[in-house]
């Protein structure tokens, strides 16, 4: 089945670590998405990427990195200088920027 | 002004009922637009898209757009418990590769 993975469904930093977001998808799709979604909040966007080997800042990129090395992923880093992390962090691919976005299943990011 | 705007809710509509969602967007020349309902905890489910002005049916959904007043709506006739949850409204600017989404409205559809 086609469709995109997340993972870790759940996942808890410690302060002053780094910790990667996985998000890979077999949809064929070109462009990928990270955002951050607050309790009771709507989506706001970290990165986006067209294209392998190139990505944009989004609205609230401080904090983050993100690579796309392959077209199959894109994965997700919170650095230690994100000082707020804790939040639902959704992945979206599309085959271009105005059609419907495919999402994945999650990961709720927890501070120790 | 923000780019999306939705009113948080919650709405409340008994069971059988026509709920109304709503949303605005600043972007004047904005090309698509999306209604995802999302259930607590899980993630987005694309509703309906649409793209040209006037209606767009689909089963017990109707979506709404207006692009002289820059607004679309959600429409879901026979409401049911079942369609409760945070409805978000994206819209996609103009000559741009990404989705703005709004905060989402919370709908409550009691028996």
């Known amino acids: 089945d086609g469709g995109i993975t997340q993972s870790p469904k759940y996942l808890f930093r410690k302060e002053g670590q780094n910790v990667t977001l996985s998000c890979e998808q077999n949809?064929?799709?070109?462009?990928m998405y990270w955002y951050r979604q607050d309790p009771g909040q709507g989506l706001r966007l970290i990165y986006y990427?067209?294209?392998?080997?190139?990505?944009q800042k989004g609205d609230i990129a401080e904090g983050y990195s993100v690579s796309r090395e392959k077209k199959e992923s894109f994965p997700l880093t919170v650095t230690s200088a994100q000082k707020n992390p804790t939040a639902f962090y959704l992945c979206?691919?599309?085959?271009?920027?105005?059609?419907?976005?495919?999402f994945g299943s999650g990961t709720q990011l927890s501070v120790l | 002004q923000k780019e999306v705007e939705q009113n948080s809710g919650p709405l409340s509509v008994p069971e059988g009922a026509i709920a109304s969602l709503n949303c605005t967007y600043s972007?004047?020349?904005?090309?698509?637009f999306f209604w995802y309902r999302q259930y607590s905890g899980k993630s987005p489910e694309l509703i309906m898209s649409?793209?040209?002005?006037g209606d767009k049916e689909d089963g017990r959904f109707t979506a709404q757009l207006n692009k002289a007043s820059q607004y679309v709506s959600l429409l879901i006739r026979d409401s049911q418990p079942s369609d409760s949850a945070t409805y978000l409204c994206?819209?996609?600017?103009?000559?741009?590769?990404?989705?703005?989404f709004g905060t989402g409205t919370r709908l409550q559809v009691f028996p």
């Open positions: 979206a691919s599309t085959h271009s920027g105005n059609e419907k976005l495919f």
């Open positions: 972007d004047r020349v904005s090309q698509s």
């Open positions: 994206a819209v996609n600017p103009y000559n741009t590769d990404k989705l703005i």
């Open positions: 990427s067209q294209i392998v080997n190139d990505f």
């Open positions: 649409i793209y040209s002005n």
């Open positions: 949809l064929n799709h070109d462009a």
